[in-house]
T-cell receptor, first 119, second 116 residues
């Protein structure tokens, strides 16, 4: 199956700093990528849909100025957590949609996730 | 309104026995897909099984089967012959057709513990 990578896998930062997380599709071009956030023992909550070449679509309640998403190429989307605070500590997972498999059960591939800890 | 509901926060099963994880969903879209994912402690999301709304037969994948009851809007996951490695979080998810753009909506998850 297709591979999606995330970098970094873990990051610890100080409160007030910004953190960038990368999501890459390694063997297909992803016109759409999704960003999820997951607190321990909880569900994956969709934060935003990232479309290549256009602005991201944010879910209700997600601060777009806080969570900046850039999908500058067909293989890379980035999530920047700006002015991070301890409550932003979470597991962030991306997924990438292969347009060649659109509508199929296996159209979407998940990255391994990034664990963010804000001190 | 919650679109995907998993009512079992935690489940225990004896090794080699079967276990059913519950999932109910709510949609008015006639075209949708239902997914089950396994998430071990490492955090990766592992696809297990898929059921399309128009599929006539229940999906099966090895030890996993999906008990799809469309009228009741339920899509329970059955794991047969549980193994210690099955201990993980399990998530039910739905993808609606139409112009939803492939978004997956996840349930709250069920933590499965397999006892030796």
């Amino acid at each position: 199956g297709a591979v999606v990578s995330q970098h970094p896998s873990r990051v610890i930062c100080k409160s007030g700093t910004s953190v960038k997380i990368e999501c890459r599709s390694l063997d297909f071009q992803a016109t759409t990528m999704f960003w999820y956030r997951q607190f321990p023992k909880q569900s994956l909550m969709l934060m935003a849909t990232s479309n290549e070449g256009s602005k991201a679509t944010y879910e209700q309640g997600v601060e777009k100025d806080k969570f900046l998403i850039n999908h500058a190429s067909l293989t890379l989307s980035t999530l920047t957590v700006t002015s991070a605070h301890p409550e932003d500590s979470s597991f962030y997972i991306c997924s990438a949609r292969d347009p060649g498999l659109a509508g199929a059960y296996n159209e979407q591939f998940f990255g391994p996730g990034t664990r963010l800890t804000v001190l | 309104a919650q679109k995907i509901t998993q009512t079992q926060p935690g489940m225990f099963v004896q090794e080699k026995e079967a276990v059913t994880l519950d999932c109910t969903y709510d949609t008015s879209d006639p075209s949708y897909g239902l997914f089950w994912y396994k998430q071990p402690s490492s955090g990766e999301m592992i696809f297990l099984i898929y059921q399309g709304s128009y599929d006539q037969q229940n999906a099966t994948e090895g030890r996993y089967s999906l008990n799809f009851q469309k009228a009741r809007k339920s899509a329970n996951l059955v794991i047969s012959a549980s193994q210690l490695g099955d201990s993980a979080m399990y998530f039910c998810a739905m993808r609606e057709g139409g112009n939803q753009g492939g978004k997956l909506i996840f349930g709250q998850g069920t933590e499965l513990s397999v006892k030796p």
